[in-house]
């Protein structure tokens, strides 16, 4: 539940805020439709790769178990080598797409080297992983307190609290009217949680679970993805986005919240 809800909230959520504070104060604002585009089509891919495993076991009825985590085996794998495909294309081949608009003047003050940006992030890395996993564990025996469901609490709660590194980042850079950076941070993540954490789980399952993980998620958390990725596509189509295209992606997000709420415990 939770990698489903980092999925949904980064797109939804994080973008929504990020379109709906940055439309309020810049009418209209641009980014790279084409590096956008790319992201989106990527989600499209994760979107397929968790709908195979559910439709593969509502298909075979549960009957071949075996076949069914030997299919998000190789689905894991597959999906790990997009994944470094993609950071070369944007690292490497493709990077001037992913360059965003140029610096502002004052931006170029107090350039830091290499060295220092690295051992920062890394730091600033570290604590924020830290402070997520302390809110985390907090948030979920609270939502459990008042009875809300697992799944829930897995894809709203924990999803929130555990992604507002990247919920804060998004918005104070769209308000700088800084849109390529906000989509790439909301796109980005998500594609990381599909493409790398998810089917990296699978794979670490094998050694450190007491039984394989499979990819195999409930038809909700799967439409839920698919409706996400499906807004957020159509959005990325134009290469500009305004703050009632904020409105919208909130508005799912919250349809979506609801029904969340409402599934039996």
């Known amino acids: 539940a939770s990698i489903t809800g980092s999925i949904i909230g980064n797109i939804l959520l994080v973008f929504g805020l990020a379109a709906l504070g940055g439309g309020l104060r810049h009418k209209t604002q641009h980014f790279n439709r084409t590096a956008a585009a790319t992201g ?119 999803a929130i609290v555990g992604n507002a590194a990247e919920h804060s980042t998004a918005i104070l850079v769209a308000l700088k009217n800084k849109m390529d950076l906000s989509i790439n941070v909301a796109v980005g993540s998500s594609l990381q949680i599909a493409l790398f954490v998810a089917p990296a789980l699978v794979l670490l399952s094998y050694f450190v679970g007491p039984t394989p993980m499979d990819l195999h998620f409930t038809m909700m958390e799967v439409f839920a993805v698919g409706a996400s990725v499906g807004i957020m596509a159509l959005i990325c189509q134009d290469g500009e986005t305004h703050w009632m295209e904020g409105v919208q992606l909130l508005a799912v997000y919250f349809i979506l919240g609801v029904a969340f709420f409402y599934l039996p415990i």
């Open 40 to 158: 989106a089509t990527l989600l499209v891919l994760a979107t397929i790769s968790l709908m195979i495993p559910t439709v593969f076991q509502s298909v075979t009825g549960g009957s071949t178990p075996g076949n069914e985590q030997r299919l998000s085996l190789v689905i894991s794998i597959v999906l790990i080598a997009t994944y470094a495909l993609l950071l070369l294309f944007s690292l490497k081949t493709h990077q001037e797409l992913y360059a965003g608009s140029p610096h502002d003047p004052e931006d170029e003050h107090g350039v830091w080297s290499k060295t220092r940006s690295m051992v920062v992030l890394l730091a600033s890395a570290a604590t924020v992983g830290l402070m997520s996993e302390a809110l985390v564990a907090s948030v979920e025996p609270a939502g459990q307190a008042i009875g809300m469901n697992e799944v829930f609490i897995g894809v709203i709660l924990v």
